[in-house]
């Protein structure tokens, strides 16, 4: 059914779809701040609100799919896989940026606005 490929060309797919998500990642953030900016929600509640669900809705579907299939195991696991991920690649973020630490500063009060 699938085309056998070898490990070289497996990493270059990986690499070339990686790279294809960090640039797409970039210009939505870009246009999620727009949208803040010109609808007047708040860059907070676009970027929980409109990214959240943007980055979620793949493993929302491939959750569903599974379910759906009769296969709850991996429906769950894509779900707690998904979090984990998230919470990692938040606690990697944190570290980089050090100009605040991004847990408090999401729970500012200027992004209740």
């Known amino acids: 059914m699938f ?5 070289a060309a497996d990493i270059g ?3 070339a779809a990686a790279l294809a998500i960090a640039l797409a990642g970039v ?10 900016d010109r609808t007047g929600l ?7 609100v409109l990214l959240g669900i943007t980055t979620s809705l793949s ?38 940026y050090r100009k605040a630490n991004l847990e408090h500063a999401a729970a500012d009060e200027t992004n209740l606005a």
Do not use: K, P
């Not at 210009?27 to 803040?36: P, Q």
């Not at 708040?42 to 929980?48: D, I, N, P, S, T």
């Open 13 to 15: 797919i990986f690499l």
């Open 59 to 96: 493993g929302t579907v491939t959750s569903v799919t599974a379910a759906l299939d009769g296969n709850t195991a991996m429906a769950i696991s894509n779900a707690v896989g998904g979090i984990a991920a998230q919470t990692a690649f938040l606690a990697v973020a944190d570290l980089f």
């Open 3 to 7: 085309a056998e490929f070898s490990l």
């Open 42 to 48: 708040g860059e907070a509640m676009v970027g929980a």
């Open 27 to 36: 210009a939505l953030t870009y246009r999620a701040d727009v949208v803040a």
